[in-house]
């Protein structure tokens, strides 16, 4: 994801009014008062997969305050799903509250008033899709808002899952994949929220998409494991590995294929990342589930055409 804004760098006294014209300009009109104005710090990445848009917040801590002065914007025709990654977030809307801890989800109208909280040094992933693109699965969602998706549902975990993925792929995938993913993220919210409400839901894709969707959950909570095979995977989804193996190639691709990609990209993003410059390459590759590192060199330059050491000199060059 592209970094948007930074308070570092910037004095004092100017953080906090540019960091909320930042988000005033590219997310939702509101207001907002932050415990400490000097001691406010915050950074901002965006990015987006086909239709749906991300944006991933770090900040102080800090309250907000959407009102019915804030109608009429363009994120009226938008609906907002939050979810932590760090700190809490708390959310009113409707008579309701939820106090979502990382990895819980919730749903917020931009139309109707609001208010929130964002703990210190939070991190919250805010995924803002066209309200009518989850209307068309779910109806009405009134009672829907402010109503937290957590671990207890198979629907609420998947869902947690599967947002998680998203901000490392932001801008890495082909136009169809885009598509696919953005179908299966609305279909899967729309299931958790149904879910969470008892409410049913109109299809909007198939079973099978269901099962796509969990084979890759399965994947990404495993995958750290060097132990991982394609009949656990299988197993964790609900299905044989002859069936899984029979929807994955509908996305031209395998079980054993996918966790190949999926530990390669995972290995990929540690070599970029700053805060791990630390970590030597085959420290890296052994985290993720690679046991031979020729293995894993003729592997990453298959995939991204580059070998991981040259990697890493690049991200230092650039960091």
């Given at each position: 994801m592209r970094k948007i804004f930074t308070t570092v760098g910037l004095h004092p006294r100017d953080r906090f009014d540019y960091w909320m014209s930042v988000i005033r300009r590219d997310?939702?009109?509101?207001?907002?008062?932050?415990?400490?104005?000097?001691a406010f710090r915050a950074e901002l990445r965006a990015g987006a997969i086909g239709g749906i848009k991300l944006a991933l917040a770090r900040s102080s801590e800090l309250r907000i305050s959407h009102t019915k002065r804030h109608s009429g914007q363009p994120s009226d025709e938008q609906l907002f799903v939050f979810m932590p990654l760090s700190g809490t977030k708390t959310l009113?809307?409707?008579g309701r509250q939820a106090v979502l801890e990382p990895g819980q989800v919730a749903l917020v109208d931009p139309r109707l008033p609001h208010e929130g909280c964002f703990s210190e040094d939070s991190e919250v992933l805010t995924v803002i899709m066209e309200r009518r693109a989850l209307e068309s699965r779910l109806g009405a969602i009134h009672d829907l808002t402010a109503r937290p998706l957590t671990s207890g549902t198979a629907e609420g975990r998947l869902a947690a899952g599967y947002l998680a993925m998203l901000p490392p792929q932001a801008g890495r995938l082909r136009s169809a994949?885009?598509?696919?993913?953005?179908?299966?993220?609305?279909?899967?919210?729309?299931l958790a929220l149904g879910k969470?409400?008892?409410?049913?839901?109109?299809p909007g894709s198939s079973t099978r998409s269901l099962v796509r969707m969990r084979l890759h959950a399965a994947i990404e909570e495993m995958l750290a494991d060097p132990g991982l095979d394609?009949?656990?995977?299988?197993?964790a989804a609900g299905v044989s590995t002859r069936h899984a193996n029979a929807i994955l190639a509908d996305e031209d691709t395998s079980l054993g294929r996918l966790i190949q990609a999926r530990r390669l990209a995972r290995c990929r993003d540690a070599l970029e990342d700053p805060s791990q410059m630390h970590r030597t390459v085959s420290e890296i590759a052994y985290g993720w589930g690679f046991s031979d590192m020729t293995h894993f060199g003729r592997r990453f330059r298959?995939?991204?055409?580059?070998?991981?050491?040259a990697c890493r000199r690049q991200a230092r060059a650039r960091s």
């Open positions: 997310i939702i009109e509101n207001d907002a008062v932050p415990a400490r104005r000097r009113r809307q409707n994949a885009e598509d696919m993913v953005e179908t299966h993220l609305l279909d899967l919210l729309a969470a409400a008892e409410r049913r839901v109109s394609t009949e656990a995977v299988a197993a298959a995939a991204y055409g580059i070998l991981p050491s």
